[in-house]
Structures are given as C-alpha cells and as structure tokens.
C-alpha cells in the first residue's frame, strides 16, 4: 500500500549533525500529516516532530531548538534537521505518514522501518 523508507541516520559524536530523510512510496494519493517518532531500548515510542500538509509544525520540548522537520509534498519526502545532538538522542528513528490511498480512497497511517541514530560522548 505505502512505504516509508528512513535514511540518513549513523554515529555522530554529541554536538554533531544528521539530517534524516523519509521517502513514501505506493498508492498514494495524498499524504496529510508525516512525523518522526524515536524509540530508545526499554523506552516507549515517543513522538519528535510532526508536519502538517500546510507546514504547520510541532515538536517535543526535548528538541526544540535543534531539529527541524520540513517536507517535500511534490517528493512525498519528509526530512528531519538534528542539530547540537546529544547523548540522549540515541534511538531509532521511525518516519510515520497519515496517507490517503489513490485505489480506495481509504485514509492509513504508516510507518517506516527506522533509521538508528547513535550519539557518543
């Protein structure tokens, strides 16, 4: 139907930058809603940064200041700016998109398979 396919992630040291990229591909006819979660082992999953079609934005106040999501609706491409990382950061990072299906019409929410993002000291 669709999938996300997460790139981008590595090891950096704490300070350091990545930009992570989502690229949704299928049956799409519309992408509304796309976020980046991360998930740290024996932690839940935890929302970092969402995007609206219209390009409102909202993020965790754990990142404020130092991601920055934006997307590429033309691309069906999100990307996530992580900026002044830190230990903390370390997680895999999954790429969700709320998508409207071009054969149904029906309305689905999608995840990617994650990129992990490790942060050293």
């Known amino acids: 139907q669709v999938q996300l396919v997460e790139s981008g992630g590595g090891l950096v040291q704490a300070g350091g930058s990545l930009r992570l990229s989502c690229a949704a591909s299928?049956?799409?006819?519309?992408?509304?809603?796309m976020g980046w979660y991360r998930q740290a082992p024996g932690k839940q999953r935890e929302l970092v940064a969402a995007?609206?079609?219209?390009?409102?934005?909202n993020y965790a106040d754990s990142v404020k200041g130092r991601f920055a999501i934006s997307r590429d609706n033309a691309k069906n491409t999100v990307y996530l700016q992580i900026d002044s990382l830190k230990p903390e950061d370390t997680a895999v990072y999954y790429c969700?998109?709320?998508?409207?299906?071009?054969?149904?019409?029906?309305?689905?929410?999608?995840w990617g398979q994650g990129t992990q993002v490790t942060v050293s000291s």
């Open positions: 995007i609206t079609s219209g390009g409102t934005t």
């Open positions: 299928g049956s799409i006819f519309s992408i509304n809603a």
């Open positions: 969700n998109a709320d998508a409207v299906l071009t054969v149904t019409g029906g309305r689905g929410n999608y």
